[in-house]
DNA sequence: AGATAGGATCAGGGAGATTC
DNA sequence: GAATCTCCCTGATCCTATCT
């Protein structure tokens, strides 16, 4: 069984091991940004973040984790960005967009049945620290991951606006230009977000919030026989 | 056990605002 | 100006607690 410690994370700690993990993978990407931005080589906290891409590493140098003073990534000229072995073709969004779209639409759930707990605490991690007002392929997203309909997804979020209004919104952009309004937090993390990065992050919020309540479960049958054996 | 009330959630429609 | 989005309002449904 997996310790508590592993498993009870904040939503911007999922975040911040998502943008972790991803180092790996981009670091051979983004090797020809400035260097001048890293923490010297003695710092501390230069081996925690060592192999992260710059536009995950504030300002301290440190990795993203609930990260605060993000410095700001190097513009990169639009006629470059298409370029970059790590962003998908417009064409193949497109599709992939449409596939997920498919699959949203084949979703059956039952009416009006209420979010179940690891679907509402999804829900309200996206919400509170990701964005209040996602995009079309983002709700489809989380239609397939999540297994509601897309309608339920979009009302769920449309209603829980109205429920709570607290809390900054930014403007922002996707990777391909697209707008978005995100909470600071998750500009924090990353200033160019894509479909890819949203999906990865769902997944592991899906995957650590089932873990999670999982581990809770277990503990809550668990207790009572502990009790009784004292 | 069944009836009832109240709160929470889901979903649809209309009006106004925003974007292209 | 048309399309889209958001807000606001409303009704339906579900769940729980309480009463008879």
């Not at 489809?140 to 297994?147: G, K, N, P, R, T």
């Amino acid at each position: 069984m997996t310790s508590p410690q592993a498993v009870c994370q904040t939503p911007l700690d999922v975040l911040a091991d998502l943008a972790i993990q991803r180092a790996a993978s981009f670091a051979v990407y983004d090797s020809h940004d400035d260097s001048s931005h890293s923490p010297p080589p003695s710092s501390p906290l230069s081996s925690a973040s060592a192999g992260l891409p710059k536009r995950y590493i504030t300002s301290s140098g440190s990795a993203a984790c609930g990260a605060h003073h993000l410095r700001p990534r190097k513009k990169v000229p639009k006629s470059h960005q298409s370029s970059r072995l790590h962003l998908k073709p417009k064409q193949e969004l497109k599709i992939r967009r449409k596939e997920l779209m498919d699959r949203a639409c084949a979703i059956k759930s039952l009416e009006n049945s209420p979010v179940n707990e690891q679907q509402l605490v999804v829900l309200k991690t996206i919400y509170n620290e990701i964005t209040m007002y996602p995009p079309e392929p983002w709700l489809v997203l989380m239609a397939c991951v999540l297994h509601r309909s897309l309608r339920q997804i979009k009302n769920w979020f449309s209603n829980t606006r109205q429920k709570n209004r607290w809390g900054d919104v930014v403007c922002a952009r996707t990777d391909l230009g697209e707008r978005l309004r995100l909470r600071p937090s998750a500009t924090e993390l990353c200033e160019l977000w894509s479909d890819d990065f949203f999906e990865e992050v769902l997944m592991i919020l899906s995957y650590r919030t089932a873990r999670r309540l999982q581990w809770e479960r277990a503990e809550a049958v668990n207790k009572p026989a502990t009790l009784q054996s004292c």
